[in-house]
């Protein structure tokens, strides 16, 4: 997926984080990429969308219904070519509506 080093990592979070670099988000990663999204029905994995398209797809359905969104409380695992990203995510959907995540 990516060298496996924190700041790496960090990096690839940080432009997920904002959704707006989606080419920046699609150079780090290999066309077999997969994200898994807390939501869906997909349990206990949530929604996973796999490949670079999909991957650009699901980012600009994301971008459509957030206003903001902000990492916080992050914790962030390297296992192998996995990074395991948990955080709080509060924001505000376009709508006006709070995210509590």
């Known amino acids: 997926m990516i060298a496996a080093d924190r700041g790496a990592a ?4 940080v432009r997920f984080g904002k959704a707006s670099d989606v080419d920046g ?4 990663v290999t066309p077999d990429f997969g994200w898994r999204l807390a939501k869906g029905l997909e349990a206990p994995d949530g929604l996973i969308v796999r490949g670079k398209e999909v991957v650009r797809q699901a980012l600009a359905e994301r971008a459509a219904v957030i206003q903001r969104i902000r990492f916080s409380e ?3 695992t390297i296992v192998g070519d996995s990074i395991i990203d948990g955080s709080a995510l509060p924001g505000e959907r376009a709508t006006g509506a709070p ?3």
């Not at 960090?10 to 979070?13: F, K, P």
């Not at 988000?25 to 780090?28: G, I, K, M, Q, S």
Request: charged share 5%.
């Open 10 to 13: 960090m990096s690839l979070l």
């Open 25 to 28: 988000v699609l150079a780090c």
């Open 74 to 76: 992050t914790e962030v």
């Open 99 to 101: 995210i509590l995540a």
